[in-house]
């Protein structure tokens, strides 16, 4: 059974950066597609990045040039950086996983989830 563990959360002031990890066991990460979500209370899920099996990657309108994904297949991890973070991004942030060979943004598409890490942005 795949699980996913996010780590790295946190309060963070507006401007600044945090490198969260999303730690993927019981399968290795290289075959599967992840996608990072967030979530804040009262409003739907949404796809902030996702990186596929094969490296492709996709970005939300609203964290590109700020955000990142990348994989780090020797740690089994998928690692996003969230720079010039702002009061707008505070959420939980959730790390899900697919074994399907596209690059997906729909929740619906993603079969294993985390049970997420919050990011708090004061300003």
């Known amino acids: 059974q795949v699980q996913l563990v996010e780590s790295g959360g946190g309060l963070v002031q507006a401007g600044g950066s945090l490198r969260v990890s999303c730690e993927v066991s019981g399968g290795t990460v290289s075959s599967y597609a992840v996608g990072w979500f967030r979530q804040v209370p009262g409003k739907e899920r949404e796809v902030v990045s996702a990186i596929s099996w094969n490296g492709y990657v996709h970005y939300a309108n609203s964290v590109k040039g700020r955000f990142t994904i990348s994989r780090d297949n020797a740690k089994n991890t998928v690692n996003p950086q969230m720079n010039i973070l702002q009061s707008e991004d505070t959420a939980t942030y959730y790390c899900?996983?697919?074994?399907?060979?596209?690059?997906?943004?729909?929740?619906?598409?993603?079969?294993?989830w985390g049970r997420g890490t919050q990011v708090t942005v004061s300003s």
């Open positions: 899900a996983a697919t074994t399907g060979r596209g690059l997906y943004v729909a929740r619906a598409s993603y079969a294993y």
